[in-house]
């Protein structure tokens, strides 16, 4: 399974925080409205049959199937998953949920997707390249990709890591491993090779003054890829 046990504890046991947006995953909330809104103008997601890879508690999720998207939602934490079912319940936003591994959606649902999204996940896994195969897998021919993951230079170890874990505490300390941070080059060699075309890249920047995020062109922290499959 491309999965690491600790990562999965990890988020497990952070679960029952998922929805409240001032707790450990508020820096998610705050940054949601702007993924989704790159996401809705590349691929106007009405009416789109959608898969979030590694959902989580599903706040993505949940913000594309009220833009009118069909949407999945996969994980492999199962308690993430009741926390994004029961949250559906009480907001009567469909979702579909269900505990299973990209590489093993993209054997049972190949080419169903018309866009899928992977964000937030691709530095926690042991082969990113695998995921972003089976993202590639997902797709369906003129569909499109997103990613979004943090760069590995020492910028962003010190915005990302020793800023948002140690001196902003805006993370728990722990949640991000530098070494499996992706740069922008090893993510576009996955992403041609997995048979998928680069079409755009963004930054993402936060001003601890204003405690505010916005998108950029300055792709050495944060960063969000848009890709599509080919016809």
């Not at 999965?3 to 001032?22: I, N, V």
């Not at 997601?45 to 959902?55: E, F, P, R, S, T």
């Not at 979702?95 to 169903?112: F, H, S």
Request: aromatic share 8%; with cysteine.
């Amino acid at each position: 399974m491309n999965a690491d046990p600790l990562e999965l504890q990890k988020f497990s046991e952070l679960a029952h925080h998922w929805w409240d947006p001032t707790s450990e995953f508020k820096p998610l909330h705050e940054i949601n409205p702007l993924r989704l809104e790159w996401i809705n103008a590349r691929a106007p997601l009405a009416g789109k049959n959608v898969i979030d890879i590694g959902c989580g508690g599903g706040i993505l999720s949940e913000s594309m199937a009220k833009k009118g998207a069909t949407v999945t939602g996969i994980d492999l934490s199962e308690k993430a998953l009741k926390v994004a079912d029961l949250h559906s319940l009480e907001s009567g936003v469909q979702v579909r949920y269900k505990l299973i591994a990209a590489e093993d959606m993209a054997a049972a649902e190949p080419g169903q997707f018309e866009v899928v999204t992977c964000m937030e996940m691709l530095e926690h896994v042991p082969d990113p390249g695998a995921i972003v195969r089976a993202a590639a897998a997902l797709v369906k021919p003129g569909g499109k990709v997103f990613f979004s993951t943090l760069n590995r230079n020492p910028k962003a170890y010190l915005f990302a890591v020793l800023g948002a874990e140690y001196l902003l505490r805006m993370l728990p300390k722990g949640t991000h491993d530098y070494e499996k941070f992706i740069t922008p080059a090893e993510l576009s060699q996955y992403i041609r090779t997995a048979g998928l075309q680069v079409d755009a890249l963004k930054g993402m920047g936060y001003n601890p003054l204003t405690k505010v995020y916005s998108l950029n062109n300055d792709t050495s922290v944060n960063y969000l890829v848009a890709c599509t499959r080919p016809e």
